[in-house]
């Protein structure tokens, strides 16, 4: 065949592959060679025949045809030198080891459940030893497999090793795919993807049609994504008994999955670690020669971030008791004397209060008295990492500089710093990574002899009384706390400092609550009704462990006010176009409403600020100049949201004129912060340009960009129902939700530094519990622009705040204003609708 119509017609079959399943009926592996390699031969195709493209059997044959290619392209690799050098590093991971057994029992079985010591091969041998039987049976491009991750970073750097492993660059057969980020190529037949990928395919493709293979890794952090997807995954496999699904994961409660599956088989790989020796709070005191009442100087020490928080949120006096309370927790006889209460807020003292100088003690004690080796420091999130970094570059306890490679591991680091973290630095040299608990097992660092633990993590909680969700840092799970320790044993015997007593880890729970218990459910009600599948309460009640129904109620009335479910919990035009973004329904709609009213520019900032980190800085000490820095960008309007865009904005224009450092400097602005915002920026237009909202060049979705009170108001359509009143009062000022509780702003908020607002609601992204409830950005609007577009498109105010609204009522009475608001109600719904229908339609003409 020529080249060239080869070529297209692989173009053809894998679209043909894509949307239908080929291999139906066949068993997991027959690997019958001589069989394979003759049809393969047989395999000319008459280019001629005018069934060219619809005959089956002529399909087959060049996909057998590829199959054997895919073969001869894996034999030489294996027989190569670099080849065999990888393999022999293959062949030393324990997985290797039940390789056949492994094989064997996913050709037979339609799920199984493996688990394994993290490191020992799972992630990427098990997908690797598929794909490669079924490339060595002639069988390859016949085989599709999926592996989800439960994130980003893990499913891009896996793919990227797997595809070294195989001797071929990224996009080849193996590729990876995260949100609005993918490398794969038409001959990739090894997919790593983050769950949310996976789940967002199941909408449009119900059946998986043309997956030979789907692997579910890590699930014992039990993620919302991934007891979504069992759920869906369980279904699929009555209707797609060929399916094979295989459950991954490191610390495991094996029996709980094996049984959901009605007694799939359980695999454990055995693991070789070698012994880590535990110290708990009270050796660590002992080895390091930390003084308890050094404990009481610590606010000298300026710089200890995490002991100021808890200063403000505590009285001064409590400090001694504190120390009596950990000595006596070290002394564990009389800390069981204590009530359950004391036990509690002592167990929320300890590592927070002694935190950054107990890490940096035995940092200094490791690289002074201990051998070589790097060290592991998990710590709860980005923000105490970057300052005990900081810390520890400003002071350099731990020795020479020179001889300390001080690195970061979290969610968000760029591809070129996790590459540093994998190397292997000079014997001389000191390798610290301060990470967050990605490290736990997502990735794995070979390394490591001495991990640091302060037994927290950062995560989510949901107060689904309150309907709020909490981020606070929480004692981490006995399961998560042997993982960490099991870091430290990778290469050669380690040591494991954690920085809690004994008795607070007899104390700890057994295992994490799942995810889909602890955070509110908006989106993935969203995806449900999607699905198509009848009662979101229906659905979840098959889960592992099903959500309270409160906690369903709530995001379902959320939904509604938002106006994406009507009345009766049907999907509405807009609520269709918000399952099919891959963004937060609130973000989503107001991205939606931007381009709608031609002020996409600006949103489009808004909404990548609210889901990135602040950019404006606050150093502890220059609050005061930093919070006048940003009030100069919010020009009184009164609103965080506008003081963002404004600072992005300059931002752009100090780069082009080559000053943007400067800027930033004087600004209190992270670069780093604007340049995530910045692509965040990009990855958000591409969605909306995807999903026909915008168009290609965005021209006609700015003609009202500049128009101020036109981008407060869809900052207002999309923030609702996030709103509080302002309440004054002679000399002071408080704010309300809908609920009558009392929030506070966040000290860098543009509107924490007036006396009053001019506005009688603020709107805002979003309200966090850390003890006392408060509202990060915030920006202030009128009735008027409440009422229009608070709950428009499909919903209109809910009863709560038309009685907040009070006196307000006879707005309503005004037959213009009421006549205006409903017609813009329906004329957006129809518009939705049309397009819906339409997806040619060009929404900005016709929206005029
Ligand atoms: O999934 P599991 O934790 O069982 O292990 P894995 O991620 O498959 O990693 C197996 C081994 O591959 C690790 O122990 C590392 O030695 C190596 N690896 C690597 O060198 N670079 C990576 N990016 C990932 C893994
Ligand atoms: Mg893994």
Not at 162 to 171: D, F, H, R, T
Not at 177 to 191: D, F, I, P, S
Not at 213 to 235: A, P, Q, S, T, Y
Not at 322 to 349: K, P
Request: proline share 4%; with cysteine; aromatic share 8%.
């Amino acid at each position: 065949i020529p080249l060239s119509l080869q070529r297209r017609v692989e173009g053809l079959l894998q679209e043909y592959l894509d949307r239908v399943q080929l291999n139906s009926g066949r068993d997991g592996h027959s690997s019958n060679d001589a069989k394979s390699t003759a049809v393969v031969e047989d395999a000319s195709v008459d280019e001629n025949h005018p069934d060219y493209f619809l005959d089956g059997s002529v399909m087959e044959k060049v996909l057998q045809r590829r199959s054997l290619q895919m073969r001869n392209t894996q034999r030489s690799w294996q027989e190569s030198p670099e080849g065999r050098k990888m393999m022999d590093f293959r062949k030393s991971l324990p997985a290797f080891k039940e390789k056949e057994r492994l094989l064997q029992a996913i050709a037979r079985n339609q799920v199984i459940v493996i688990s394994g010591e993290t490191g020992c091969g799972k992630t990427t041998q098990l997908p690797q030893y598929i794909l490669e039987s079924e490339i060595e049976s002639g069988r390859g491009a016949f085989c599709s497999i999926i592996c989800t991750q439960p994130r980003r970073i893990s499913a891009m750097s896996v793919a990227d090793r797997v595809s070294a492993e195989k001797g071929e660059p990224l996009g080849e057969s193996v590729g990876y795919k995260v949100r609005l980020e993918g490398v794969k190529g038409k001959n990739t037949h090894l997919l790593f993807c983050t769950s949310g990928i996976l789940l967002r395919r199941l909408l449009s493709d119900r059946n998986l049609d043309g997956i030979t293979h789907v692997f579910v890794d890590e699930i014992h952090e039990r993620g919302m994504n991934e007891d979504f997807l069992l759920i869906v995954l369980k279904d699929l496999l009555t209707r797609r008994r060929d399916l094979r699904l295989i459950l991954m994961s490191a610390t495991l409660n094996a029996e709980l999955f094996s049984n959901y599956f009605g007694g799939a088989p359980k695999i454990h790989i055995p693991g070789f670690t070698y012994p880590v020796r535990e110290h708990f709070l009270e050796d660590v005191l002992e080895i390091t020669g930390y003084k308890l009442s050094s404990f009481n100087q610590i606010d000298d020490y300026g710089q200890d971030k995490m002991w100021k928080t808890q200063k403000q949120l505590a009285p001064r006096k409590k400090k001694n008791q504190i120390t009596t309370l950990v000595e006596d927790a070290l002394n564990q006889s009389s800390f069981e004397n204590y009530s359950a209460r004391t036990r509690e807020s002592l167990a929320c003292w300890i590592p927070d209060c002694m935190g950054f100088n107990l890490i940096e003690a035995v940092l200094c004690h490791i690289c002074r008295k201990e051998r070589s080796g790097a060290v592991l420091v998990f710590m709860t999130g980005w923000e105490d990492i970057s300052c005990l970094r900081d810390q520890l570059k400003a002071h350099p306890l731990l020795g020479d500089p020179n001889r300390v490679l001080l690195l970061t591991c979290h969610g968000s680091m760029a591809t070129s710093e996790q590459k540093l973290i994998f190397d292997k630095p000079h014997p001389n040299i000191r390798k610290i990574v301060l990470a967050t608990n990605m490290a736990e097992a997502s990735i794995t660092i070979n390394d490591i002899v001495f991990v640091i633990d302060c037994g927290k993590a950062k995560e989510t909680t949901y107060d689904a009384l309150n309907n709020t969700p909490c981020l606070l840092p929480s004692w981490i799970s006995q399961a998560s706390a042997r993982q960490r320790r099991g870091r430290a044993g990778r290469v050669q015997p380690g040591e494991c400092y954690h920085l809690y007593p004994n008795c607070v880890y007899e104390a700890f729970a057994e295992y994490q609550l799942p995810e889909l218990l602890r955070t509110p459910l908006n989106s993935l009600c969203l995806q449900i009704k999607s699905l198509e599948v009848g009662s979101i309460g229906e659905f979840l009640s098959a889960a592992l462990q099903p959500p309270e129904p409160l906690a369903v109620q709530n995001a379902i009335e959320f939904l509604k006010m938002i106006g994406a479910l009507d009345e009766r919990e049907n999907l509405t035009n807009l609520g269709k176009y918000l399952s099919m973004l891959p963004v937060d329904p609130k973000l989503g709609k107001m991205l939606i409403m931007g381009a709608l009213f031609h002020c996409f520019d600006p949103i489009l900032t808004v909404v990548s600020g609210l889901s990135s980190r602040d950019p404006f800085l606050l150093p502890q000490d220059k609050k005061d100049l930093a919070g006048t820095a940003k009030s100069r960008f919010s020009a009184k309007d009164y609103s965080d949201h506008m003081a963002l865009v404004r600072a992005y904005e300059g931002w752009k224009d100090a780069e082009r004129e080559g000053s943007a450092y400067e800027y930033c400097w004087r600004n209190f602005l992270s670069a780093q912060t604007l340049q995530a915002i910045h692509s965040l920026r990009k990855q958000f237009s591409y969605i909306l340009r995807d999903a026909g909202i915008v168009d290609a060049d965005a021209g006609s979705n700015n003609r009202l960009s500049h128009n101020q009170s036109l981008v407060r108001a869809i900052i207002c359509s999309g923030l609702y129902p996030g709103i509080a009143s302002v309440v004054h009062r002679e000399t002071s000022m408080s704010f309300k939700t809908m609920d009558d509780g009392q929030v506070l702003l966040y000290a860098n908020s543009v509107n924490a530094r007036y006396q009053t607002i001019p506005y009688p609601w603020l709107v805002f992204g979003e309200k966090v519990k850390v003890n006392t409830v408060f509202i990060r950005d915030s920006t202030g609007v009128s009735d008027s622009i409440l009422i229009l577009l608070g709950g428009a498109i499909s919903c209109g105010l809910q009863a709560g705040h038309l009685k907040m609204l009070g006196g307000y009522i006879d707005f309503f009475m005004d037959p213009s204003l009421a006549e205006c608001y409903l017609k813009l109600k329906e004329e957006l719904d129809k518009l939705l609708e049309k397009k819906l229908q339409d997806p040619t339609l060009d929404i900005h003409n016709e929206g005029k």
